[in-house]
Nanobody, 118 residues
Framework: QVQLVESGGGLVQAGGSLTLSCVVP????????MGWYRQRIPPKQRERDL??????????TYADSVKGRFTISRDNAKNTVYLQMNRVTPEDSAIYYC?????????WGQGTQVTVSS
């Protein structure tokens, strides 16, 4: 089973910034659109919502709730997908995961927790 490894979470004040990283095996990253997902804390919902997507060609899409504040990027040379989070709000508090755009259960990692204080 392959797990993707997320990092970079932490405690941040509202209005601040944070950058998340996800290490992805090269064989997956080079052939897949990737996404960042989040699950609210406490678990107000069971589902993981897609917040950002990046395609192989570098094109991106975002959930309305993060559009203009978050930026997803990928560095194939470093086998890493990033999520730059700016102007965060308490509503952004969640566990953040990365996975392929059509997520596969075997790729879910431990996630990285982001807590935004007001």
């Amino acid at each position: 089973q392959v797990q993707l490894v997320e990092s970079g979470g932490g405690l941040v004040q509202a209005g601040g910034s944070l950058t998340l990283s996800c290490v992805v095996p090269g064989s997956i990253l080079s052939s897949s659109s990737m996404g960042w997902y989040r699950q609210r804390i406490p678990p107000k919902q069971r589902e993981r919502d897609l917040v950002a997507r990046i395609n192989i060609d570098g094109s991106t899409t975002y959930a309305d709730s993060v559009k203009g504040r978050f930026t997803i990027s990928r560095d194939n040379a470093k086998n890493t997908v990033y999520l730059q989070m700016n102007r965060v709000t308490p509503e952004d508090s969640a566990i953040y995961y990365c996975n392929t755009f059509r997520p596969l259960n075997r790729y879910w990692g431990q996630g990285t927790q982001v807590t935004v204080s007001s």
